[in-house]
Nanobody, 118 residues
Framework: QVQLVESGGGLVQAGGSLRLSCVTTRSPFTPKDMAWFRQPPGKQRELVAAINSGDIMDYADSVKGRFTISRDTARRTVYLEMNDLKAEDTAVYYC????????????WGQGTQVTVSS
């Protein structure tokens, strides 16, 4: 069973930075389509950033210019570099992976809490 393990969340002051990591284990395939989602308190889960097999990246408008997604294929790891954090970035962040030739994110991590104090 594919497992995704996130790390790097925590408490940071507004304007600060964090780097999230998510490693894929027990996977029969090398993940290429990977993404970060987040779920703020009392709100629905939303896409933050995604990277596909062609290395095309997509970002939510609210994080453009502040967040950067990257992938280390050899390490089966996806990263989310978050800079100039704001209170509204507070959420549980989840990484997700698509299996090859699939259109949905089937595999999810357990989530990591990011709290930004203002």
């Amino acid at each position: 069973q594919v497992q995704l393990v996130e790390s790097g969340g925590g408490l940071v002051q507004a304007g600060g930075s964090l780097r999230l990591s998510c490693v894929t284990t027990r996977s029969p395939f090398t993940p290429k389509d990977m993404a970060w989602f987040r779920q703020p308190p009392g709100k629905q889960r939303e896409l933050v950033a995604a990277i596909n097999s062609g290395d095309i990246m997509d970002y939510a408008d609210s994080v453009k210019g502040r967040f950067t997604i990257s992938r280390d294929t050899a390490r089966r790891t996806v990263y989310l570099e978050m800079n100039d954090l704001k209170a509204e970035d507070t959420a549980v962040y989840y990484c997700a992976v698509k299996a090859p030739y699939r259109s949905i994110y089937e595999y999810w991590g357990q989530g990591t809490q990011v709290t930004v104090s203002s």
